[in-house]
């Protein structure tokens, strides 16, 4: 049965860092593009970063760049956000998804695109 856990969320103050993980179980992790995306109270899900099935390809949303960094493990069956200088608009639910592209360098944040999902893990931002 296909699985992925994401641990790691927490309370945050403004300028922290923190380190989500995304444990994979049930499938062929490498062979999959996965990605993070997060949700705030009323607001739709958005795509925060995504990463290829051998972690040379990545994307990243606008209002995270130079401050989220995605990898994976594939040793592990694990991919990473690292996420730093956070601001209390990076409070939200954050979910990790994975899908198969045809093209293993494929990478994409649209949430349409992506087939299975975890369960989320809440991150939040305040002083």
């Known amino acids: 049965q296909l699985q992925l856990v994401e641990s790691g969320g927490g309370l945050v103050q403004p300028g922290g860092s923190l380190r989500l993980s995304c444990a994979a179980s049930g499938f062929n992790f490498h062979y999959y593009t996965c990605a993070w995306f997060r949700q705030a109270p009323g607001k739709e899900r958005e795509g925060v970063s995504s990463i290829s099935t051998s972690g040379g390809s990545t994307r990243y949303a606008d209002s995270v760049k130079g401050r989220f960094t995605i990898s994976r493990d594939n040793a592990k069956n694990t991919v990473y956000l690292q996420m730093s200088s956070l601001k209390p608009e990076d409070t939200a639910v954050y979910y990790c998804?994975?899908?198969?592209?045809?093209?293993?360098?494929?990478?994409?944040?649209?949430?349409?695109?992506?087939?299975?999902w975890g369960q989320g893990t809440q991150v939040t931002v305040s002083s």
């Open positions: 998804t994975c899908v198969i592209f045809a093209a293993g360098g494929y990478v994409s944040i649209l949430a349409h695109e992506y087939d299975y």
